[in-house]
């Protein structure tokens, strides 16, 4: 396991140009009421942007479908996975890989988890490594989420990413590598859970 510092994340920036449009979550919510956006369109909002999200590719299918099925054996009761389905944080609606919330599910039956029902967010990453490392952890931190997962498939490891700080500079403060042949602990409101061998999540 290497443990790291984890640098100051500068804060998402788009170039200003007078065609681009930032939306609210609202705004957003009421495209997908009316049809104006459907389940065919593979976008999620980060920071008012409507972001195309990436095709999975086989390996990242199979990572997902070996994380939620690991986590599911250590999860306490009242606990469950969703997989890339929305969640409320701020001004952005991402659709996490894998987000660990609280039961029962039909609370979520009119609204989205917002940042008090979700223990941690994973992201499996491939081509989108940068993005989940800045991006992503900015809005995850600012929105103060206790645990942050990358399943790196690149590197072969899991990084966890804990003890955020919102505001201006989101970003979170610890970082630890975990190799394939490590393990991980899970840590579930606060309370260590379970452990997961890296090796068990990768494809």
């Known amino acids: 396991m290497t443990l790291l510092q984890v640098p100051r994340a500068h804060t998402i920036q788009c170039t200003s140009r007078p065609q681009l449009y930032r939306f609210t979550v609202r705004q957003y919510e009421r495209m997908a009421e009316t049809g104006i956006l459907t389940a065919n369109d593979h976008v999620e909002l980060l920071e008012g942007w409507i972001v195309q999200k990436m095709t999975q590719n086989p390996p990242h299918a199979v990572a997902l479908d ?36 609280r039961g029962p599910i039909r609370r979520y039956t009119r609204r989205h988890p917002v940042p008090s029902d979700i223990a941690m967010v994973v992201e499996v990453s491939d081509t989108t490594l940068d993005e989940d490392r800045h991006d992503k952890q900015i809005i995850y ?11 790196n498939l690149v590197a072969r490891q ?29 840590v579930v409101n606060g309370q260590q859970v379970g452990s997961i061998r890296v090796r068990d999540l990768l494809p």
């Open 66 to 101: 070996n994380t939620v099925d690991q986590l599911r054996d250590v999860l306490p009761v009242g606990w469950r996975t969703r997989e890339q389905k929305p969640i409320l944080v701020g001004k952005s609606m991402p659709e996490p890989d894998i987000t660990v919330v």
């Open 141 to 151: 931190a600012r929105a103060r989420l206790p645990v942050y997962w990358i399943v």
């Open 158 to 186: 899991v990084e966890v990413y804990s003890d955020p700080k919102g505001g201006r500079q989101a970003r979170f403060s610890l970082r630890q590598d975990f190799g394939v042949d490590e393990k991980l602990t899970v």
